[in-house]
């Protein structure tokens, strides 16, 4: 593989409070050779060797690589940066599960070997998803990593979907919400949902529904070029939402449409330890 050696580098400000685990690697990477950007928000008092950027699309463009120290959530911050800029990702762990990180703290002098191109690339399917009111499209994420989420705002209301699959109807839904997601996102919300766990480098979408009344109402598995839509079919009110990798948070009136297909540029993971990811997953749940 290519040698990595310009990288960003970045944590948790709440997970790694006192910037510990930031610092120490920080020194180790620069001592190690790397050139380093970090963000002026999280820029230390050792931040010797190092790059500080204001804009966070300029701190990702032209790196080789980003460096996350943090759980899930700092992974799918930094990937609305690192995905449309084709920069690699990789995590190290202070979550509770941290199914996307491939590293626990203890473990970070094995980043050296991104130096001598000692690693691969694991390649993970994203979603585009646009929002479609009165006949109006309009795009809201272009790279979402984890998932889609339908649902009430007060969250446990029940509400009315219809799911289509391209032009052909699937199923109506009533209940809490429905979950579009990757088999990336299948760990996260669609996982505490009922949903498959699915190998990450599939590409497929996974509908689950949330606390749905009707007993046909399962998860279902479409392929990876599908277009997804969910239609809010409920008249009663208006107080229903989408959601996209618990970030982006939109109305989605009666009579809207959420779509969701696959997107152009996939999520790049880096991987530098020889293991498995249903290995992983029972450890981690276990």
Known sequence: MKRINDVVLLTNLYKDKDLEWFNRILDFLVKSGFKVRIPAEISADSAYGATVYVDPNAMYKGADAAILIGGDGTILNAAAYAIPNECPMIGINLGRKGYMAELEPEEYSLLSRLASGDYSIEERMTLKVEIEVDGKRTLLCENALNDAVIQHSIGLHCIDLMLYCGDASVLFYRGNGLVISTP?????????AGGPVLDPVMSCMTVVPICCVSPAAKPL???????????????????????????????????????????????KMIKLKDHKFFSVLRAKIN
């Open 184 to 192: 990336t996102g299948s760990t996260a919300y669609s996982m505490a």
């Open 221 to 267: 598995v479409f392929s990876g070029n599908s277009v997804m839509t969910v239609e809010n079919v409920y008249d009663r009110e208006e107080n229903v939402l989408l959601n996209i990798d618990g970030k982006i948070t939109v109305p989605l009136p009666f009579g809207a449409k959420a779509i969701c297909t696959g997107a152009e540029h996939s999520a």
